[in-house]
């Protein structure tokens, strides 16, 4: 009889737990770097903004993530490689292939006080040689023939 109240007691302790959403969860695990095939995986799970720009500059790649402005620092995790880099945000990863190979040790990451954009200058292992484009070369003009 005891046994029976006790169960039917602990049944309804863990549906009002479960209605109300205080239900202890399991913890998240954040996903590994590579997929399936073994190709870097590219994702973006906070769906915050972006911009990874590898044109301006020459000798480097810059790249800006658009985090909330009042999350604090302690909760960014910035792990930079030389083929991809990967920022998780409270358990949220956005992690991106790049174009070309950077040197990590010489990457410099800063964070905005004013907006919170998340700030990463990549240095290129190997930069753009940026050649002086040339003029294209003009036919020679024949003078008119008058026609006869």
């Known amino acids: 009889m005891y046994l029976e109240l006790a169960e039917q ?36 799970e906070g769906k915050y903004n972006f911009d990874l720009d590898d044109w301006t500059h020459p000798d480097k790649i810059v790249f800006e993530l658009a985090v909330p402005k009042y999350l604090d620092t302690s909760a960014l995790d910035v792990d930079i490689n030389p083929s991809y880099i ?3 945000v409270k358990d949220k990863v956005t992690q991106l292939k790049l ?10 990451v800063q964070r905005s006080r004013t907006t919170g954009v998340l700030h990463i200058d990549m240095p290129l292992l190997q930069p753009h040689q940026v050649k002086n484009p040339k003029a294209p070369a003009q036919p020679e003009l024949e003078p008119l023939k008058p026609a006869t």
């Open 9 to 44: 007691k602990a049944e309804k302790e863990r549906n009002e737990r479960r209605r109300m959403g205080t239900e202890p969860k399991e913890p998240r695990v954040v996903p590994g770097v590579y997929n399936a095939r073994g190709e870097i995986r590219q994702c973006n």
């Open 99 to 108: 174009s070309a190979e950077v040197r990590p040790d010489a990457s410099k």
């Open 86 to 88: 990967r920022v998780v």
